[in-house]
């Protein structure tokens, strides 16, 4: 069974701030996510990656697959940013994913 | 385009009582459907999935069932909760393109929030 883990789990910047969440995992995937839960609870796609970069608006996603690790990069960082990021990986079957804990980041303004 | 149902949003049940979680897809067909568990604290946990009708697969042995009675329904149920029950409930699906085959990207309902007191 694959382990994710994330770090940092809190992670508190100034706005404008660059901002870097690091994933990394144990088995080998088919597909990497970043997902954003605000504090309603509510989840949001963010990107999926089998490899290279992905990059919308301000956010920037990274994957490599040698290595076993991913990067979610955030530039000019605004305090709607404020939100928990998580990361989670698919094996390539229909049996779901497995997720990293989390990072609580805040974006003071 | 698709979209995913669920209810209710929030929910109190007393320790011992049952519970039925409803979860459904529009604008898709044959999708794979999970659900996932979050409880306070901690990361998700995929509880269930389902590649079809009446085609039910568990994680983790629990306290709890799935149910897929339709191809775009999913119901997650107890016949008696615990305060261990507590948590977010997210359900999600997948699309699938063929047999044995999925595309990866997972897409989330809303949520349940579930207090058991």
């Known amino acids: 069974k694959n382990e994710v883990e994330q770090s940092p789990q809190n992670l508190t910047a100034q706005e404008g701030e660059f901002i870097t969440i690091n994933c990394s995992y144990s088995?080998?995937?088919?597909?990497l996510h970043w997902l954003q839960q605000h504090p309603g609870g509510g989840i949001v796609s963010l990107f999926m990656l089998s490899s290279g970069k992905k990059k919308h608006g301000r956010l920037i996603a990274t994957i490599n697959i040698q290595e076993k690790h991913s990067s979610l990069h955030i530039t000019a960082s605004h305090p709607r940013d404020s939100a928990v990021y998580i990361c989670a990986v698919n094996g390539g079957g229909a049996d779901g994913l497995t997720f990293g804990k989390g990072t609580h980041l805040i974006i003071q303004p | 385009s698709q979209t995913i149902h669920q209810w209710p949003a929030t929910l109190v049940q007393p320790v011992g009582s049952p519970l039925s979680l409803e979860c459904t897809v529009e604008g898709t067909s044959n999708p794979n459907l999970y659900w996932y568990r979050q409880a306070a604290g901690r990361g998700l946990q995929l509880l269930f999935y389902?590649?079809?009708?009446g085609q039910i697969s568990s994680e983790v042995p629990q306290n709890l069932s799935a149910s897929r009675p339709q191809d775009r329904q999913f119901i997650l149920s107890s016949k008696k909760l615990l305060l261990s029950d507590s948590g977010f409930y997210l359900c999600a699906w997948e699309r699938r393109w063929g047999l044995g085959s999925s595309y990866n990207e997972q897409f989330f309902g809303p949520g349940t929030r579930l207090t058991v007191l």
């Open positions: 088995v080998g995937i088919s597909a």
């Open positions: 389902s590649v079809g009708i």
